[in-house]
Nanobody
Framework: QEQMVESGGGFVQPGGSLRLSCAAS????????MGWYRQVPEKQRELVAG???????NYADSVKGRFTISRDKGKNTVYLQMNSLKPEDTAVYYC?????????????????WGQGTQVTVSS
């Protein structure tokens, strides 16, 4: 059973930094993309950053220059380094992974989500 486990959220003052991690496990044949979304109450989940299998990255305009996404292919783990945090970055952060999964019986693409980790930026 594929799953994604997040860690690294918490409370930080404005201007501070946090690093989120998300490790995927299960019958993963290959990775198509991994990344992070965030969500605040009563708003839609928004893409924060993504990274594809060839290492291409994309970021929300609101985090460009402050957040950096990276990936450890061997560990099926994605990271989000968040610097210069602002109160408006407060949200629950969810990692996702789009993988090629399956077995000798057949492979298929599937997307999985982490459980979410709270990031609170406040003085």
């Amino acid at each position: 059973q594929e799953q994604m486990v997040e860690s690294g959220g918490g409370f930080v003052q404005p201007g501070g930094s946090l690093r989120l991690s998300c490790a995927a496990s299960g019958s993963i044949f290959s990775t198509n993309a991994m990344g992070w979304y965030r969500q605040v109450p009563e708003k839609q989940r928004e893409l924060v950053a993504g990274i594809t299998s060839d290492g291409s990255t994309n970021y929300a305009d609101s985090v460009k220059g402050r957040f950096t996404i990276s990936r450890d292919k061997g560990k099926n783990t994605v990271y989000l380094q968040m610097n210069s945090l602002k109160p408006e970055d407060t949200a629950v952060y969810y990692c996702y992974g789009n993988f090629r999964v399956g077995s000798v019986a057949g492979l298929y693409d599937a997307q999985f989500w982490g459980q979410g980790t709270q990031v609170t930026v406040s003085s």
